[in-house]
Nanobody
Framework: QVQLVESGGGLVQAGGSLRLSCVAS????????MGWFRQAPGKEREFVAA????????YYADSVKGRFTISRGNAKITVYLQMNSLKPADTAIYYC????????????????WGQGTQVAVSS
């Protein structure tokens, strides 16, 4: 099995930055395509970014392009989401997940999810 743990969330002023981390563990863990999603109160969970197994391809939601960067650590067990130029619309619980089958976009393609980390951006 695989366990995912997110960290790095917090409260920041608009225009500020945060770096989220997702650490994977478990005896069956192997590098896989990983995604970041977010969910705000009263809204559906939405795709934010994804990165392939070897880090060769990255994908971003239009709403975060140019501001967020997804990356993998050298050990391939940690996935980062660098968030710059944050704005109040980015406020949400952020989740990392591991893709099992399908394309990167739908949550249904992912089989393991972390517990989430709160990001709040004030104006």
């Amino acid at each position: 099995q695989v366990q995912l743990v997110e960290s790095g969330g917090g409260l920041v002023q608009a225009g500020g930055s945060l770096r989220l981390s997702c650490v994977a563990s478990g005896r069956t863990f192997s590098s896989a395509t990983m995604g970041w999603f977010r969910q705000a109160p009263g809204k559906e969970r939405e795709f934010v970014a994804a990165i392939t197994q070897n880090g060769g391809r990255v994908y971003y939601a239009d709403s975060v392009k140019g501001r967020f960067t997804i990356s993998r650590g050298n050990a391939k067990i940690t996935v980062y989401l660098q968030m710059n130029s944050l704005k109040p619309a980015d406020t949400a619980i952020y989740y990392c997940a591991r893709l099992i089958y399908g394309n990167y976009y739908p949550p249904s393609s992912y089989n393991y999810w972390g517990q989430g980390t709160q990001v709040a951006v004030s104006s």
